[in-house]
């Protein structure tokens, strides 16, 4: 049995200028680039679209994605920091979304994954990051895995 090693974060405002980056390549690019697909033992990044629990006005965020059959899988981790991220949220709220891998946009249903499905798909997230429940036990709370069903 393997033990977890410490999991080291970089700083949080590391993490939101690497975000903030990347989402100005997104934009500047007209969507041409900062996206991209599953490859090997990698995952792709998608833009979500949500529709803000609280404004009702539409909010868009790149997220990690693993493929799972149909359906589309990521965590729903703010950069491993405490509080749960806007946009699973935003969901939780409003189930119904939108996904774009660089063609065009396709609605989704969003969930929480549960039991022995959660269970699977965060083994396959483990294959991607050998250290992800050392990062996930930088959190107090459990991370959801969340599952996008193609409507």
Request: glycine letters at 12%; hydrophobic letters at 35%; zero cysteines.
């Amino acid at each position: 049995m393997s033990e977890t090693k410490p999991a080291r974060v970089p700083p949080r405002w590391v993490v939101r200028s690497a975000w903030a980056v990347h989402r100005g390549i997104y934009r500047g690019s007209g969507g041409r680039l900062g996206l991209s697909r599953p490859r090997g033992n990698k995952y792709g990044l998608l833009r979500l679209t949500t529709t803000g629990r609280r404004t009702g006005r539409e909010r868009g965020v790149i997220v990690a994605y693993l493929l799972d059959g149909p359906r589309y899988t990521t965590l729903a981790m703010n950069g491993w920091g405490e509080p749960e991220p806007a946009w699973w949220l935003n969901l939780k709220a409003h189930p119904e979304a939108r996904i774009d891998l660089g063609g065009g946009p396709q609605p989704i249903r969003a969930r929480a994954a549960s039991g022995d499905e959660r269970v699977r798909l965060w083994e396959l997230w483990s294959t991607v990051d050998k250290n992800l429940d050392g990062y996930a036990a930088l959190r107090s709370r459990e991370t959801a895995v969340v599952v996008f069903e193609p409507l």
